[in-house]
């Protein structure tokens, strides 16, 4: 081998690690998965069979008995959230379901909060005393009553293994929901923990698209 080929070749390899340096330094680092991020029990949306029906349960406010169609009345997209006022999962979403509410309310858009497992006096205080954005019922007060709750049901249903479940959410097309008896719907699309803001914005602003009129509730 001729002399300048050599030192040639000797320059090469000695640039290489230099080379690779720079490219790592200019490589982004890939983001987290949301899913693993410590604190956070995050899940994707999922379209599920869930056999969801129809309740009547008592309002925060008053404790009076409200009906989930009639919350559902003229909305185009609903989300019911169940949680548990002391959990820290919920305290994480909480503002994101606020967020969210607030940017979709006027097109079209319900939050409904289904307290678990925790007093009328513990949601209250979570809300502090403006209280919350969104309408809020109480399906259950105490945690021995978690296996009674059709909160747990739904669970089982879509295979949210978590042992108290909190958040899970759940969204309703009125226009897909049946018209009256107990079922509104067998298929929807759900989150067995904490939404992923930017997939359920995305999710939302696409089911309230300008153009798209406020439809009766449950109409087949």
């Known amino acids: 081998m001729n002399k300048p080929r050599t030192i040639a070749l000797l320059l090469f390899t000695a640039l290489l690690p230099i080379a690779a340096h720079a490219q790592a330094q200019n490589t982004p680092t890939p983001s987290p998965s949301p899913q693993a991020q410590p604190g956070h029990e995050y899940s994707p949306l999922q379209e599920k069979t869930v056999n969801y029906k129809n309740w009547t349960l008592n309002d925060l406010s ?7 169609r009639s919350l559902m009345q003229g909305k185009k997209l609903v989300m019911v959230v169940y949680f548990a006022p002391w959990c820290p999962n919920w305290r994480n979403e909480g503002p994101v379901a606020a967020r969210l509410y607030q940017k979709y309310k006027d097109q079209g858009f319900q939050v409904i909060g289904v307290s678990e497992y925790g007093s009328r006096d513990d949601v209250k205080n979570y809300f502090a005393p403006a209280g919350p954005p969104y309408p809020v019922v109480s399906e259950s007060e105490a945690r021995d009553a978690r296996d009674k709750t059709a909160h747990y049901g739904y669970r089982q249903l879509t295979g ?5 479940g909190s958040p899970w959410n759940i969204f309703l097309d009125p226009s897909a929901c049946t018209k009256d008896g107990d079922v509104l719907t067998e298929k929807a699309w759900i989150v ?9 914005d995305k999710f939302i602003g696409e089911h309230l698209k300008p153009g798209t009129a406020a439809i009766e509730p449950c109409k087949n």
């Open 160 to 164: 949210d293994g978590r042992k108290w």
């Open 192 to 200: 067995n923990g904490e939404l992923i803001e930017a997939d359920v």
């Open 62 to 68: 008053d404790n009076k008995p409200v009906e989930l």
